[in-house]
């Protein structure tokens, strides 16, 4: 089955600085790959996604890039704002059996 | 519209003891999952459904059972407790043709 790794498990950036996160996958047939932020004590919401036939996808200070021949995938997100902290997941999969990353904790200092 | 709703929000169990946790969507969404989230592990899939009536095993499945009887209800069993499936257990729903997944709130689970 699937195998997510995800790099850095916590990561400090100042507020404005840029952050990347950055997760591998095994299974070359995952075609979809979301990211997720989860407040404490919240369910993990959706933030961004990408398909296996693009490259890359921006929504405002958040994008993400995809490297289907390297099976990579990576989240970036500008301009940071101390409301950015939060715990971040990667997922690979076929839509109907998505398989997560261990999680970064991202803390945002003012 | 509520989205995902979980019951209950905590439950605290006696080793091999049973219980149902229940997942309700009202979004008419094909797709229903169970997830559980330990720390530091992220969350893995228990149990998934493709559609009222049918049920699939995910990553973790042991210890667990499932039924989708109503395609608005994903139900989650415990047969007889342990302490290792002490947990957050989270269900999730998405339609057949889109790829967003709904999270519900979260069953905080602790067996002694």
């Known amino acids: 089955g699937e195998n997510v790794e995800q790099h850095p498990s916590t990561l400090s950036v100042q507020e404005g600085d840029s952050a990347v996160i950055k997760c591998t996958y095994s299974?070359?047939?995952?075609?979809?790959f979301p990211w997720y932020k989860q407040e404490l004590g919240k369910r993990p919401q959706l933030i961004i996604d990408?398909?296996?036939?693009?490259g890359e996808k921006k929504d405002q200070r958040i994008a993400v890039t995809l490297n289907k021949t390297a099976k990579h995938f990576s989240l970036h997100i500008t301009e940071t704002q101390p409301e950015d902290s939060a715990v971040y997941f990667c997922?690979?999969?076929?839509?109907?059996?998505?398989?997560f990353g261990a999680g970064t904790r991202l803390t945002v200092k003012p | 519209n509520a989205g995902v709703t979980q019951t209950p929000k905590f439950r605290v169990l006696k080793t091999g003891q049973s219980m149902t946790l229940l997942c309700a969507q009202d979004?008419?969404?094909?797709?229903m999952y169970w997830y559980r989230q330990d720390p530091g592990m992220g969350l893995r899939l228990i149990h998934y459904?493709?559609?009222?009536?049918?049920?699939a095993k995910g990553e973790v499945p042991d210890g667990y059972n499932v039924s989708r009887l109503k395609k608005q209800n994903f139900l989650l069993g415990l047969e007889s407790a342990a302490p290792s499936q002490t947990s957050v257990y989270f269900c999730?729903?998405?339609?057949?043709?889109?790829?967003?997944?709904?999270f519900g709130p979260g069953t905080r689970l602790l067996v002694l």
């Open positions: 459904s493709v559609g009222e009536g049918t049920t």
């Open positions: 990408i398909r296996s036939n693009v």
């Open positions: 299974d070359s047939a995952s075609n979809y």
């Open positions: 979004m008419n969404h094909e797709y």
């Open positions: 997922a690979a999969g076929l839509f109907y059996d998505m398989r």
């Open positions: 999730a729903s998405r339609t057949g043709r889109g790829e967003t997944q709904y």
